[in-house]
Nanobody, 121 residues
Framework: QVQLVESGGGLVQAGGSLRLSCAASGRIFSINLMGWYRQAPGKERELVADITSGDNTNYADSVKGRFTISRDNARNTVYLQMNSLKPEDTAVYYC???????????????WGQGTQVTVSS
């Protein structure tokens, strides 16, 4: 199995910054995609940003120019730097990884437990 552990959430005022981290561990052969999703109360989970092993990135329109995703392949870790935070960024943020375990032939999707980000106005 692959485990994802997130950290870095919390309470911040509008305009502030937070940095989320997510470390993957377990019997990992490779991870080809890592990303962050978020889910606000009463809303569906949505993609915030993702990044390939080759550092190609993809962002939701709502966070472009404010959030930056990066990864450390050697440490199987993905980061989300969130600047200029807005109250509408308030949500539970989930780490996601598409990973292949040793002695497995296919990739599977894995999720972290989520970390709360609250932005006050």
């Amino acid at each position: 199995q692959v485990q994802l552990v997130e950290s870095g959430g919390g309470l911040v005022q509008a305009g502030g910054s937070l940095r989320l981290s997510c470390a993957a561990s377990g019997r990992i052969f490779s991870i080809n995609l890592m990303g962050w999703y978020r889910q606000a109360p009463g809303k569906e989970r949505e993609l915030v940003a993702d990044i390939t092993s080759g550092d190609n990135t993809n962002y939701a329109d709502s966070v472009k120019g404010r959030f930056t995703i990066s990864r450390d392949n050697a440490r199987n870790t993905v980061y989300l730097q969130m600047n200029s935070l807005k109250p509408e960024d308030t949500a539970v943020y989930y780490c996601n990884a598409r990973a292949r375990e040793w002695r497995h032939v296919s990739y599977s999707n894995y999720w972290g437990q989520g970390t709360q980000v609250t932005v006050s106005s």
